[in-house]
């Protein structure tokens, strides 16, 4: 059993790599040679599928699928064991058997009509990809099953096992009852709905299961609502795998990670310190710079912030920068990704704002120099204020030829953003073909560096495709939640209290940010652009609000998210990579003033809204 989710993983890590470079092919032939083929475009997307398809398999197998662990990690070992059994049992079985049934369904349609692409050119038996769906749930129930097992291995108290499931069915029979007796007059389903999900997520569950669960017991229930509303849900996952646009996650994602094991970050932490090295507050303006840099080419938080705390943390310690500002300069650079493109979640935006993602790019490059400005004034000011916090260092070595490695370290990283960004900004090419192009020259930079090995591409497929699967399943379980939400009443709901009750645009804006900002306390990024977006859409269309200046200020509001105490992600991955360097507390009080630059920086766009279309 074990070895199914294995070799999923292993297709997929493959079949990553193989995607990059026939979107590459793809670009060279019709953009050198005007040759295009709508059969490879179709099996590309095909490639895609199966990358986040088999990898969710391979991700519950690793424990990749995030969890909300502001209590998980202080749980015993039982405790944490019956929240697996729990989770595998009650979230994760029945979403997927439902997702097989009704997949299957599905795909025998599709066959028994011998379904083939509408476009001339295109690829036949349809069948076969919509098949790969349900095997691939298939998969997943199979691993649940030995999740199952081995969390009830785990378990030495079975007697705190038996009295949990009894609590969890009581609860739910005592739901159903009060709805069967119409006592949701007084609860409204909505709201027990939210509550549930809250519980669970705080409960450290993982986040991929607990919305597409949750909308399933729901939805099982109700007669208001009824399992029929989610028989849709294969098709809308079908129209997930079919979406070309999000075709770029992975593609970046596998970008970032080959030029973060290549040792790209080093080689320019390193670098920029000993460039701005002398100038007092040099270093921490080096890492914001590198930050920045990281983020145009890699886009991935938990790289840069790791990767920065390794290198540069210690660099700034030696040299007695204070800790406070060594961390928060770190944790608050380390962010930049969500921001400044190639930013993921600029793509989930994008889709889920039914947005040009190439607009929401250009949109953002200006709030992104904005933040580092700021970043960057705080720390001359604060350095120049106070000697001891940043003091410059002292070196023998000629700035001459300090300067040289510079530049040899950072133009390659600058020509390859140049090329993958610019290519986006004037039209010639989609993000998905940018990112595969950005594939190629971030494994020619690794073989520039020496730096290039099977254990490189291995791992930079591996995560690839754990990132992935983690990113499209909670897109799925946000699907399934999402319809049944909007059935219960809460999408009208949400509409009719800004439009009606509030009825100002404004308002609605500040609730919007303020709401969204509290959320990334709590919960990653991710769930929030998939759940909490969809329902602001319709609410900004109909106060006739620029959407691009909308997602581009809910962008800058999930940035914060990640440094916001105690529970920001960025937070915990400079915490785990510091060690005993610094203290948890140190990190708190050192983002603080970055929080508040980024508040800052929110406010600006906020009354200027101008500001995101300078670049054009």
Sequence with gaps: ?????????????????????????????????????????????????????????????????????????????????IVQFVSMGLLVLPLSLFMIIHGF???????LQNEVSCDPGGLSHRWIIKGVLVLAFVFVVIQAIQEMLKAYQKIKN?????????????????????????LSYWIDPIILMLLMTLLLLMGGFQVAFIFGSVALFFASISDEVGLHTLEMLPYRTYGIMGNVTLLAVPLFILMGLVLEKSGMAEGLLVSMGKLFGRVRGGLAISVVLVGAILAASTGIVGASVVMMSLIALPLMLQYNYSPLLASGSIAASGTLGQIIP????????????????????????????????????????????YKDVAPAIITSDSYSVVVKEAIKEITPPLLLISIVLGSIFMGVASPSESASVGVLGAILLALYKGKFSFELLRYATTETVKLTAMIFMILIGATAFSLVFNQLGGGDMALEFFTEDIGDASTFIAIAMAVIFVLGFFIDFIEIAFVIVPILVPIVASFGIDPLWFGILIAINLQ????????????????????????TLSIYKGVIPFILLQLVALTIVIFYPQIIYWIE
């Design 1 to 81: 059993m074990e070895s199914i989710s294995k070799y999923s993983g292993v297709t997929a890590s493959i079949l990553v790599l193989l995607l990059a470079l026939m979107v590459a092919y793809d670009v060279m032939m019709r953009y050198l040679f005007s040759q295009g083929s709508i059969a490879l475009q179709e099996i590309e997307w095909h490639l895609f599928d199966m990358v986040f398809l088999f990898g969710i398999t391979y991700a519950l197998k690793t424990d990749q699928h995030v969890r909300v662990d502001i209590f998980y990690e202080h749980f015993s070992v039982d405790t944490k064991a």
């Design 105 to 111: 369904e599905m795909t025998s349609q599709s066959y």
């Design 342 to 385: 190639p930013s993921i979640i600029l793509i989930i935006l994008g889709d889920q704002m039914h947005l040009s993602v190439g607009d929401l790019f250009m949109a953002a490059v200006t709030p992104g120099i904005l933040l580092i400005v700021l970043y960057i004034i705080y720390i001359f000011i604060l350095s120049y204020m």
């Design 560 to 583: 914060t998210s990640f440094l916001t105490p105690p529970f920001g992600f960025a937070l915990f991955y400079l915490k785990g990579a510091a060690g005993d360097k610094i203290g």
């Design 158 to 182: 079975k007697k705190r096992l038996k009295q949990t499931i009894v609590a969890i069915l009581l609860l739910g029979s005592a739901i159903y009852i009060a709805w069967f007796y119409a």
